[in-house]
């Protein structure tokens, strides 16, 4: 009697434990599943408001057309030289950010001490958390006269301050996610390099940067991802002339200052709302250019164990 | 019991019901042109807390959409900041529908430079030079030997658009110009260089830039009013037929020197009185 009662028991408790399960898979499926669906909404929005300016424009001659005039009366959508700013001010901004960012990660991971690594870890997150219409203040009020001054410049609000900024704002991605991947190196590969004979330096170069690169190259590649992005700062500092710079000192305007800057007053699904919902498009596939080069590179170049290399 | 109770829940219904229909009785619907619509932003809000039961719904699109709407009868006014062209009155009047076009402010456009800029007066023909790119060195005009560095707004600003049409002419600003989201921006970009030249609403000027006069005139309320300041322009609201209940109390709003046009002043605008 006694025993029966207790199979029973734990019988039900079975059931009642996998359905329990059930649930929470479906519940997390449903999150899942949500969340998904609104990423997708917003892409078919994205096309849907984007699309009908090509009936009008020929795509060619929107995004190779070298004029952005889209309140003339005719309008001229061409947005060849908000691609290239756009472009410029990411190139320019990874020449500073991506050798800083690495080499902060480096210095953090090998060679600080625990102690200065513990402090000067949060704090470099810390610089990513920073509002970017701070940064993009900052740019505007403090770096364009001082540019000014010391290049003797006519105008500091530039190509150039702003991919200053954006490296500014890039650098602490690109070092966060870097650095893990240098940490997580396993110490015995460091330890069989060094064994061997090679210098702390060797084993960095050979060895640590080697087994991190994919980790390195997905940090590098979010923190470009993150510039061409970037709406405040470029709105606020890189000062917004439609035309494709001649040189670093030169003012552009990258998309999405266009997009942030006149969305709000192009009429509701006139041809110059969408004309910037496609501009939105091409933003997009840059980024997703750029997530799914990250993801290649992460994969292709994973790290499985310590006997890759 | 239950059959009070059910009165009781029958009256609260009738009495929300009753409410609701209140609060919804007075409605004035109101689109048009962005640069009126800080104005009537500000005065709809300040209507709106005076008269608890009116609601006003409120929104941009330009003024040719305003106009439109004002046509097809989907609001009650529209803001513009130009008159109303002959094409869209007789398609008004097609529909029975007159407009009645009330000039609720003024619109005054002055160029700025830096205070230390000791270039003292621009006619309107060298500003649209300056504005082609054509003209790229201070010197050319009185000035500095410093480069000219153009600051233009946004093309969907209405500050753009007073721009485009008493100083541009029909020819574009030319794409080197750096262009700014805002008043305030220009002022900020103006004041922290000194070659540079823009342009702002009156109620944004202040001590970190200098105002320079056009055509000899300095841009001011006075100067406006009396029309002889070039770069300026009256706003409108426009109504379908004379206003009345509701919407004529509203007109009376924005047009009261005390209440009305105090706002217009607050949102950068040249009030009528």
Redesign the interface.
């Known amino acids: 009697m006694f025993n029966t009662a207790t199979y029973k028991d734990i019988f039900r408790k079975g059931k009642s434990r996998r359905s329990r399960e059930q649930i929470i898979r479906f519940l997390f499926f449903a999150i899942a599943l949500a969340s998904i669906i609104t990423l997708a909404l917003i892409v078919v929005f994205l096309f849907m408001e984007g699309l009908p300016i090509f009936s009008k424009v020929s795509v060619k001659a929107f995004l190779f057309g070298h004029y952005w005039y889209p309140t003339d009366d005719p309008p001229e959508f061409g947005i060849f030289a908000l691609i290239i700013a756009s472009i410029a001010v990411t190139g320019v901004s990874s020449i500073m950010s991506i050798p800083l960012g690495v080499l902060t990660a480096l210095f953090l991971a090998e060679t600080a001490s625990a102690r200065l690594r513990e402090i000067v870890k949060p704090i470099v997150e810390l610089i990513a958390s920073l509002p970017s219409v701070v940064i993009g203040f900052f740019g505007m009020v403090v770096v364009a006269p001082f540019l000014q001054e010391v290049f003797d410049i006519p105008v500091g609000l530039n190509l150039f301050n702003a991919s200053l900024m954006l490296a500014f704002m890039s650098i602490p991605t690109i070092c966060s996610i870097s650095e893990d991947a240098i940490f997580s190196v396993p110490v015995e590969l460091k330890e069989a390099s060094l064994a061997l004979g090679a210098t702390h330096w060797e084993t960095i170069w050979r060895v640590v940067i080697p087994a991190s690169i994919s980790g390195i190259s997905t940090g590098v590649i979010l923190g470009m991802s993150r510039a061409i992005g970037e709406t405040m700062v470029v709105l606020m500092v890189a000062g917004g002339a439609a035309m494709v710079p001649s040189s670093i000192f030169d003012p552009v305007r990258p998309m999405p200052a266009s997009i942030a800057a006149e969305m709000a007053e192009a009429p509701f699904r006139g041809d110059h709302y969408y004309a910037l919902f496609a501009t939105g498009i091409v933003l997009f596939f840059f980024t997703l250019i750029f997530n799914m080069v990250a993801d290649y590179i992460s994969n292709r170049y994973r790290q499985v164990g310590a006997a890759t290399l | 019991m239950k059959r009070t109770s059910m009165i009781i829940i029958t009256a609260v219904m009738a009495a929300f019901f009753f409410c609701v229909n209140q609060a919804w009785a007075g409605n004035i619907v109101i689109k048009g042109s ?1 640069t009126v619509l800080p104005i009537a932003q500000k005065v709809a809000e300040a209507y709106m807390s005076q008269m608890p039961d009116v609601k006003i719904s409120l929104s ?3 003024s ?2 305003g106009i439109k709407a004002l046509i097809d009868g989907s609001t009650d006014i529209a803001d513009s900041s130009r008159f109303i062209k002959d094409k869209e009155v007789t398609m008004a009047v097609e529909k029975g529908r007159y407009p009645v076009p009330f000039a609720v402010a003024y619109d005054c456009i002055v160029p700025v430079v830096h205070p230390s800029n000791s270039t003292v007066n621009l006619t309107v023909s060298r500003l649209k030079s300056i504005y082609k790119g054509e003209i790229k060195n201070w010197r050319e005009v009185g000035g500095p030997d ?2 000219v ?1 153009v600051i233009s707004r ?4 209405g500050t ?1 658009e007073v721009w485009e049409q008493k100083v541009m002419d029909k020819e ?1 600003v030319y ?7 805002s008043n305030g ?1 220009v002022v ?2 103006v004041s ?2 000194k ?2 030249i823009g342009y702002i609403g009156l109620g944004y000027l202040d001590d970190s830039v200098k105002a320079l006069p056009v055509n000899r005139i300095k841009g001011s309320e006075e100067t406006t009013l009396n029309g002889t300041y070039p770069i300026s322009r009256p706003l409108y609201m426009f109504t379908a037929g004379w206003p009345q209940g509701d919407v004529l109390n509203f007109i009376n709003f924005v047009m009261n020197p005390e209440k009305g046009q105090k706002y217009v002043k607050e949102a950068g605008f040249v009030p009528l009185f």
Request: net charge positive.
């Open positions: 962005t941009g699109g330009g040719g959409n410093r480069v560095v946004d093309t969907s600003s753009y574009r794409a080197g110009a750096l262009l700014q989201a921006a900020q970009a922290s260089n070659n540079a």
